[in-house]
C-alpha cells in the first residue's frame, strides 16, 4: 500500500535550520507530484512546496519562497525539504502527500504521512 514516512523534524530556534525527509513505498514514486503540506497548532492544513515528478519544476508558498528547497531522488524514492531562516510561525507538523496526476494544485492529494514535527522557539 502507498506509504510515507517522515522524519526530520524537532526543536529549533528561531533562524535556524532543519532538513525533512519522505520515503515513500508502495507506488511509483517517479510517476507523481509530491507536496510538503504543514499544520499549525490548532490551525488547518497549509500548502507547503511542490515538486513534479522528474525535480525539475518546483513550487512553493509565498511565504516559505526563499527559505525553503524542496528535492527528491526518484532512485531512493525520497523526498527532502530543506529549511532555512525559521521562524516561530513555521512550528507546524509536516507532511509530504502524492499528488494526483502531475499536480497537487489541480487534482489534489491522495495520500499522505504521519508527519513529523518542527518546533521553532527560543
Known amino acids: 500500500q502507498v506509504q510515507f514516512v517522515e522524519s526530520g523534524g524537532g526543536l529549533v530556534q528561531p533562524g535556524g535550520s532543519l532538513r525533512l525527509s519522505c520515503e515513500a513505498s508502495?507506488?511509483?514514486?517517479?510517476?507523481?507530484?509530491v507536496s510538503w503540506v504543514r499544520q499549525a497548532p490548532g490551525k488547518g492544513l497549509e500548502w507547503v512546496s511542490e515538486i513534479n515528478n522528474r525535480g525539475f519544476r518546483t513550487y512553493y508558498a509565498p511565504s516559505m519562497k526563499g527559505r525553503f528547497t524542496i528535492s527528491r531522488d526518484n532512485a531512493k524514492n525520497t523526498l527532502w525539504l530543506q529549511m532555512t531562516n525559521l521562524k516561530p510561525d513555521d512550528t507546524a507538523t509536516y507532511y509530504c502527500?502524492?499528488?494526483?496526476?502531475?499536480?497537487?494544485?489541480?487534482?489534489?492529494?491522495?495520500?499522505w504521512g504521519k508527519g513529523t514535527l518542527v518546533t521553532v522557539s527560543s
Open positions: 502527500a502524492r499528488c494526483l496526476g502531475q499536480s497537487c494544485a489541480i487534482y489534489g492529494m491522495d495520500y
Open positions: 508502495g507506488f511509483t514514486f517517479n510517476n507523481h507530484a
